[in-house]
């Protein structure tokens, strides 16, 4: 058994909801709690029946626990690679987007004007 830090007991508090401590009573103290082992040994000190169902409750519920926290582990990886995934992807749709973007606006520069050739009598002598 071991107290909590204030930092977890205020993500409990977060998570589970208590009431805060100036508006509704709230917790004045950070909580004791148990390890898995702990509370086996609790249980097996105990040795009644109860006491028994109580300890195979508690390891079933941190098994479960265990499972939760690998398959978030696992769902934050496959995020990750596919945050990675389209970051590769967004880069080179970028450049082709910039260079899609160079070429309209070439397209859209006005043309010059052709020179004209002039009617009649050239005085110049041709040049």
Not at 28 to 43: D, L
Request: charge should be positive; hydrophobic fraction near 35%; charged fraction near 25%.
């Amino acid at each position: 058994m071991f107290q909590l830090t204030q930092d977890e007991s205020r993500n409990l508090r977060s998570q589970f909801a208590t009431s805060s401590l100036t508006e509704h009573g709230g917790r004045r103290y950070t909580p004791y709690v148990f390890t898995e082992y702990g509370a086996m040994m609790v249980a097996n000190i105990l040795n009644s029946k109860h006491a028994t169902e109580m300890s195979i409750l508690i390891v079933r519920a941190f098994v479960r626990l265990r499972n939760i926290l690998a398959t978030h582990l696992e769902l934050a990886q496959k995020i990750r690679d596919i945050e990675q995934q389209f970051k590769e992807k967004t880069v080179e749709h970028t450049k082709h987007i910039n260079r899609i973007y160079q070429i309209l606006d070439a397209l859209m520069m006005p043309l010059p004007e052709p020179k004209k050739k002039r009617i009649g009598f050239d005085t110049t002598g041709g040049k």
